[in-house]
């Protein structure tokens, strides 16, 4: 997997892009969890694709977050990443808070790809189904928040830190935090890459984006897993009722996560993109 | 040394198990739990309080803002504070804040305050908090990033609209406005003196320095655990070559008046109980929004003041720790004089907001704490600071021949 930083909007943020695999070009937008080098999605993605998967500003080493702040910046900084790496008519591809953005960019200019991926893609908001707060959730109750599978969840989202999975573990968890080290560590790391997101899912992920959808004139996948707690199937649904050339498939025994946890299936759905 | 009472109006009848059964104190408390029919008299026992307050001999009543906040019933200071301006004429009446990023114009804090002034006839005293992550982020929704963005342009569209006499125009990314014009403006001249209420970060130590604003610290902490945090903020002064003007500062700290030791604990104790243990149980999860603080404060090493940690430790105190480490200065009234005397000097600072109405304490307590705080205590902390008496940057500038409408009312002017 390569990776290298890149100048991107006239020069006001830098992004970091890993690249890897063959095949058609396709840009994958990282969830707000983001992604790691080696990420092992992005590994198996490009068993088929040639992959470019840009970070946002605020997570791994990409920076100028405070140039980034309405919808417009997050989707004009996927496609400046486009422009500067000359990627033509890629198939873009996002996971929850990248599928907003890759949404937004289809809906602003659907002849610019091949086609559109949404895995557990934000952006909605339906108000029978007001999905849970992750802006308020300690790190010990995110991965069964998004993981059909806690002990995986756990594993990934911990980064090597030993998070606990129950209410006494947090309490070794939270002992950890009286080293200040540790604790300026995950801080820091923490709000830059959940400070970036909040710019567009802090307090409800919902900007505007359902009346623009019907520009997506372009063959999309709509990937969901049936145990998605954050974000349960009325919102694939409400996806596939919006846009014009939707198909949805229904991933099992996954939740938000799917792509960690039924990698297999994930890259079958995409399968009609190359 | 000024002191000024300050009220949190906190909601007295929660229920013993308030934190076994409930989630958070702050944010997601549900209202069921507030009944307006008491909530009637509490309003009224409290505006006693403060009321009393200078009755007292105290300088400053003092008022804030929360939201969804069951220890803070007060998401409109102002309107108190607009009641207070009608019941004293002596005493600073201190809002001590409104949080200006949460406001769109944010003329209208310019307004209110203007107000406030002119009804007061000049003893307000304003403040600008940034306001805490679980107001400003989580119960009125701002985009935690954007929080000190639109601070400071609250900030600076405020202090024009209080300064320039024409109508101008301010083109704002949050506040778009052709025509800012306000009516009325501000009495005290060029407007009152702002209070910062901070939380550590390098950011507001500057702009109070740059702007002569007084740096408050206003924790539930006690002076022990504030003391890193006032240094940091003394160093900063020293650093940017300003007088270090005691009255740069103030701190807030939890304080309960017996006629002896034994007597404090035995009155106060189950009250200074309830406050820490049910008022405080405030959920980690809204402690700080993930962008809420700048990376540059992260990366100085401040620990936010609602760590995980902090918020299990502060329900979680016995009452010798409570004493020990001054979280609470409670007992006699030599004690609490002793206790103050060492903590002003210590953390250097000239205006003490002292929270002497905590959780449930009924009235008769407060008053009974208020009292002796005012007879006895005051008097002996009151000239800590002789060099810089004559400091009045930091504190209102009441008109000479203003109305006593207090008076009035009871028909003795």
């Given at each position: 997997?390569?990776?290298?930083?890149?100048?991107?909007?006239?020069?006001?943020?830098?992004?970091?892009?890993?690249?890897?695999?063959?095949?058609?070009?396709?840009?994958?937008?990282?969830?707000?969890?983001?992604?790691?080098?080696?990420?092992?999605?992005?590994?198996?993605?490009?068993?088929?694709?040639?992959?470019?998967?840009?970070?946002?500003?605020?997570?791994?080493?990409?920076?100028?977050?405070?140039?980034?702040?309405?919808?417009?910046?997050?989707?004009?900084?996927?496609?400046?990443?486009?422009?500067?790496l000359g990627i033509e008519h890629p198939v873009v591809v996002g996971h929850s808070m990248g599928g907003m953005i890759a949404a937004e960019m289809a809906s602003l200019n659907p002849r610019a790809f091949k086609g559109l991926g949404l895995i557990s893609a934000a952006g909605l908001w339906l108000d029978d189904y007001p999905m849970p707060d992750i802006f308020a959730k300690l790190p010990f109750e995110l991965p069964d928040l998004l993981f059909s599978d806690p002990a995986l969840g756990t594993q990934i989202i911990s980064e090597g830190y030993d998070f606990g999975s129950n209410q006494d573990e947090l309490v070794s968890f939270m002992t950890r935090f009286q080293d200040e080290t540790f604790l300026q560590d995950f801080l820091i790391k923490n709000a830059r890459r959940m400070g970036t997101a909040g710019k567009i899912l802090f307090p409800i992920p919902e900007r505007g984006l359902a009346e623009?959808?019907?520009?997506?004139?372009?063959?999309?996948?709509?990937?969901?897993?049936?145990?998605?707690?954050?974000?349960?199937?009325?919102?694939?649904?409400?996806?596939?009722?919006?846009?014009?050339?939707?198909?949805?498939?229904?991933?099992?025994?996954?939740?938000?996560?799917a792509p960690y946890e039924q990698t297999g299936e994930v890259l079958s759905a995409l399968g009609r993109f190359h | 040394m000024k002191f000024t009472f300050f009220h949190l109006m906190a909601w007295p009848h929660l229920a013993d198990d308030f934190r076994e059964k409930h989630h958070s104190v702050w944010v997601d408390v549900p209202n069921s739990l507030y009944d307006p029919a008491r909530g009637h008299d509490v309003y009224h026992n409290y505006l006693d309080q403060l009321e009393y307050?200078?009755?007292?001999?105290?300088?400053?009543?003092?008022?804030?803002?929360?939201?969804?906040?069951?220890?803070?019933?007060?998401?409109?200071?102002?309107?108190?504070?607009a009641t207070l301006t009608r019941r004293t004429s002596r005493a600073a009446i201190m809002v001590l804040g409104n949080s200006i990023a949460l406001y769109n114009p944010a003329v209208r804090v310019a307004e209110e305050f203007a107000m406030l002034d002119v009804m007061s006839g000049g003893r307000f005293i304003g403040g600008f908090p940034v306001g805490t992550s679980m107001d400003t982020n989580y119960a009125y929704g701002t985009v935690p990033t954007e929080t000190r963005e639109r601070?400071?342009?609250?900030?600076?569209?405020?202090?024009?609209?209080?300064?320039?006499?024409?109508?101008?125009?301010?083109?704002?990314?949050?506040?778009?406005?052709?025509?800012?014009?306000?009516?009325?403006?501000?009495?005290?001249?060029?407007?009152?003196?702002?209070?910062?209420?901070?939380?550590?970060?390098?950011?507001?130590?500057?702009?109070?320095?740059?702007?002569?604003?007084?740096?408050?610290y206003l924790s539930y902490s006690g002076y022990l655990r504030g003391r890193d945090l006032m240094r940091g903020y003394w160093d900063q002064v020293a650093?940017?070559?300003?007088?270090?003007?005691?009255?740069?500062?103030?701190?807030?700290?939890?304080?309960?008046?017996?006629?002896?030791?034994?007597?404090?604990?035995?009155?106060?104790?189950?009250?200074?109980?309830?406050?820490?243990?049910?008022?405080?149980?405030?959920?980690?999860?809204?402690?700080?929004?993930?962008?809420?603080?700048?990376?540059?404060?992260?990366k100085r090493g401040a620990i936010p003041q609602l760590t995980p940690k902090g918020v299990k430790t502060l329900s979680q105190l016995s009452w010798k720790e409570l004493?020990?480490?001054?979280?609470?200065?409670?007992?006699?009234?030599?004690?609490?004089?002793?206790?103050?005397?060492?903590?002003?000097?210590?953390?250097?600072?000239?205006?003490?907001?002292?929270l002497m109405a905590l959780g449930d304490m009924p009235d008769d307590k407060v008053r009974h704490s208020t009292r002796l705080f005012g007879e006895k205590v005051m008097p002996k902390l009151r000239h800590l600071w002789p060099d810089y008496a004559d400091d009045n940057r930091f504190w209102c500038r009441p008109v000479a021949n203003r109305r006593h409408p207090d008076q009035e009312l009871r028909g003795v002017a």
């Open positions: 997997m390569k990776s290298y930083l890149i100048e991107t909007g006239n020069g006001r943020t830098q992004t970091r892009v890993l690249e890897t695999g063959a095949g058609p070009k396709l840009l994958y937008l990282h969830s707000a969890g983001g992604v790691v080098e080696n990420d092992p999605f992005l590994e198996a993605l490009g068993q088929n694709f040639h992959v470019y998967a840009p970070s946002l500003p605020g997570y791994l080493d990409s920076e100028g977050a405070d140039n980034l702040r309405t919808m417009l910046d997050f989707t004009l900084w996927g496609f400046d990443v486009m422009e500067v623009r959808l019907y520009r997506a004139t372009l063959p999309t996948v709509i990937v969901w897993g049936d145990s998605d707690k954050l974000m349960p199937m009325p919102y694939a649904e409400a996806f596939q009722r919006l846009l014009p050339h939707a198909e949805l498939v229904t991933i099992a025994g996954a939740a938000h996560m | 307050a200078e009755q007292c001999g105290f300088d400053g009543i003092g008022v804030n803002e929360h939201h969804s906040n069951a220890y803070g019933l007060m998401p409109s200071p102002n309107l108190m504070a601070y400071a342009e609250a900030h600076e569209l405020i202090i024009r609209a209080w300064t320039e006499r024409e109508p101008f125009a301010f083109n704002g990314r949050y506040n778009k406005l052709r025509y800012v014009n306000i009516w009325p403006r501000p009495l005290q001249q060029p407007y009152p003196a702002i209070h910062i209420p901070g939380g550590g970060s390098v950011e507001t130590y500057d702009f109070c320095i740059e702007n002569t604003y007084s740096y408050s650093s940017r070559a300003v007088d270090e003007s005691p009255y740069r500062a103030g701190f807030a700290q939890v304080i309960c008046v017996g006629e002896t030791d034994a007597e404090a604990e035995k009155l106060y104790k189950q009250h200074i109980d309830y406050f820490y243990n049910r008022c405080l149980h405030v959920y980690p999860g809204f402690g700080e929004a993930p962008g809420y603080r700048t990376i540059k404060t992260l004493l020990d480490q001054r979280y609470v200065i409670c007992g006699s009234p030599e004690t609490v004089r002793e206790q103050c005397e060492e903590m002003i000097k210590d953390l250097r600072f000239g205006n003490l907001f002292c």
